[in-house]
């Protein structure tokens, strides 16, 4: 081995080496260079599976025909009533009327001179809150205002009922208790173990509990316990505001805006996919055919209209959907509102029909690709192996090269000391003969 390289013969060992060990590196450069092509269309396979994921998701709100039951609930006057309609409402219109608001039922004590001083009933003494059926007991003898505040809010046991202290001023100060949960069934009803301390509280009603009460229609009388009312008429939640002298209509009709925004980001997300796939042709994955199955499949579908649907539509055009020269989809939302109001039901099922819906069988064809024996997960796995395969040849490559710089060290050690000897030797000589 060499351990001054060229000391003996005076050659420039070292950068004889070094381009010998370069040429036996192309190899190696050559499968580097292959492992960033790969890296690359990794990255593009990534990039498109990203871009079908959000097609998919973008067809959610459009895959099923109860996804398309969506209203709206309008109330004439807001400051009585508030609406908001879920997928089991109907279209028509209720007149309400507000006869009552639910209360909480709340109880105040009489007037005590301080909140952390004076201490009121005996020790041990308690107190039983019942809500409903339920209750829970604390001790409140021979404490403060605001310890039995305290108590009775920390109470692990509390089945709805909270505690505060209102001040009139420095020496009026009053215990308030308030049920939770408003209506009658949930009045709050105190049993004292000590006269005392029921004396020293004296705990009166400041507010009735009382149940919600409408008028539907002028013939059905709902009562509940809340202001929100969530099972009077199917698909609908009222959120009481005031009481009123006179019913006030309620208008639920189909909320086409927000079907018309479902199509849209549809329209959109399907354009961004194409717009990805024709970025990717052009570059990273040039001829690359899991860019035409995508491709192909999609537009097999859009060009193929459900078959054996009853209704109005059978094409999307007829939805104010359409396909332009450039291969990107336009939405005509006039032409969609007017198909909505005109055959709703032949709308959805153009789009959601099980088997048959444009977005029921993209959406069918976009989850095959996702999923992990699909054709982006498999073009994963096959890149990842070459990936694997370069690197175990150039691992190889790099273990040849160690040997290859090895045996040429030795071979250059060898020729080196070679040289050197037969340099001697010949300076000898000319000595010699230099000096006959």
């Excluded at 977005?359 to 890149?383: H, K, T």
Aim: proline share 1%; charged share 20%.
């Amino acid at each position: 081995m060499l351990t001054a390289a060229g000391l003996g013969s005076g050659l420039d060992v070292e950068g004889i080496l070094s381009q010998l060990l370069a040429i036996e590196r192309q190899p190696i450069s050559v499968l580097e260079d292959r492992k960033d092509d790969y890296r690359a269309e990794l990255s593009a396979i990534g990039r498109l599976k990203s871009s079908v994921s959000s097609f998919q998701s973008a067809m959610a709100d459009l895959k099923t025909t109860d996804a398309f039951e969506v209203y709206k609930a309008i109330s004439e006057d807001e400051a009585v009533f508030t609406a908001s309609a879920g997928s089991a409402a109907s279209v028509g219109t209720l007149d309400i009327e507000v006869v009552n608001l639910a209360e909480a039922h709340k109880m105040g004590s009489k007037s005590k001179p301080d909140t952390d001083t004076t201490l009121l009933g005996n020790a041990g003494q308690s107190v039983t809150i019942t809500i409903g059926t339920e209750s829970f007991t604390v001790t409140a003898g021979s404490m403060t205002l605001e310890q039995i505040r305290d108590a009775i809010n920390d109470a692990p046991d509390n089945v709805g009922v909270s505690a505060a202290i209102i001040s009139e001023d420095a020496s009026n100060h009053y215990l308030v208790l308030t049920s939770e949960d408003s209506g009658t069934s949930n009045s709050i009803n105190l049993n004292f173990a000590g006269n005392k301390l029921k004396k020293a509280l004296d705990m009166k009603t400041i507010n009735d509990a009382e149940d919600a009460q409408i008028l539907i229609d002028g013939t059905y009388t709902v009562n509940r316990a809340s202001n929100t009312i969530t099972d009077a008429v199917d698909g609908l939640t009222l959120n009481l505001k005031s009481e009123s002298a006179s019913a006030v209509t309620l208008n639920i009709e189909r909320n086409i805006e927000v079907v018309t925004e479902s199509v849209q980001s549809f329209a959109d997300a399907f354009n961004e996919l194409r717009k990805t796939i024709d970025d990717l042709r052009l570059n990273e994955l040039q001829a690359d055919s899991t860019l035409r199955i995508v491709e192909s499949g999609m537009m097999g579908i859009l060009n193929n209209p459900p078959a054996g649907l009853s209704g109005s539509y059978n094409a999307l055009f007829q939805a104010g959907l359409s396909i332009q020269k450039d291969g990107t989809m336009t939405l005509d939302t006039a032409e969609l509102e007017t198909a909505a109001n005109a055959d709703f039901t032949s709308l959805a099922n153009l789009f959601a029909n099980d088997n048959q819906g444009y977005v029921f069988r993209l959406e069918s064809l976009m989850q095959g690709y996702l999923d992990p024996d699909g054709i982006l997960d498999n073009r994963e796995e096959g890149i990842n192996g070459r990936i694997d395969r370069a690197d175990d040849q150039i691992g190889n490559l790099e273990f040849r090269l160690a040997a290859t710089e090895e045996r040429l060290r030795r071979q250059f050690s060898a020729l080196d000391a070679l040289v050197g000897q037969l340099t001697a030797t010949s300076n000898f000589l000319a000595q010699q003969l230099a000096g006959l």
